[in-house]
Nanobody
Framework: QLTLVESGGGLAQPGTSLRLTCVGS????????MGWFRQSPGKEREFVAA????????LYSEAVKGRFSISRDNAKNLVSLQMDGLKSGDTAVYYC?????????????????WGQGTQVTVSS
């Protein structure tokens, strides 16, 4: 069982930045493709970004491309999401997830392990 724990959420003003971190434990971390998803009240959980096991490829949703950046440090068992230029529409609970698939995917149903989520609120 891979356990994932997110941190770094909070309240931010529009145009500012936040950095989310997810730490994994319980299983080897570097065999998984890692992803970030988010969910707002009344909406489906949606894909944000993903990164391959060795960090050589990334994938972003159109909504965050150019503003968010995903990275990972396998030596520390962590994956991060740098969020710049925050907008009110980025307000959501953000989840870290892991999949054993070999390719990057944005389908939440392909992810095997999930964290508990961290709240991000963007408001002035």
């Amino acid at each position: 069982q891979l356990t994932l724990v997110e941190s770094g959420g909070g309240l931010a003003q529009p145009g500012t930045s936040l950095r989310l971190t997810c730490v994994g434990s319980g299983r080897p971390f570097d065999i998984y493709q890692m992803g970030w998803f988010r969910q707002s009240p009344g909406k489906e959980r949606e894909f944000v970004a993903a990164i391959r096991w060795n960090g050589d490829r990334t994938l972003y949703s159109e909504a965050v491309k150019g503003r968010f950046s995903i990275s990972r440090d396998n030596a520390k068992n962590l994956v991060s999401l740098q969020m710049d230029g925050l907008k009110s529409g980025d307000t959501a609970v953000y989840y870290c997830a892991a999949t054993g698939l070999s390719d990057l995917v944005g389908d939440k149903n392909e992810y095997d392990y999930w964290g508990q989520g961290t709240q991000v609120t963007v408001s002035s």
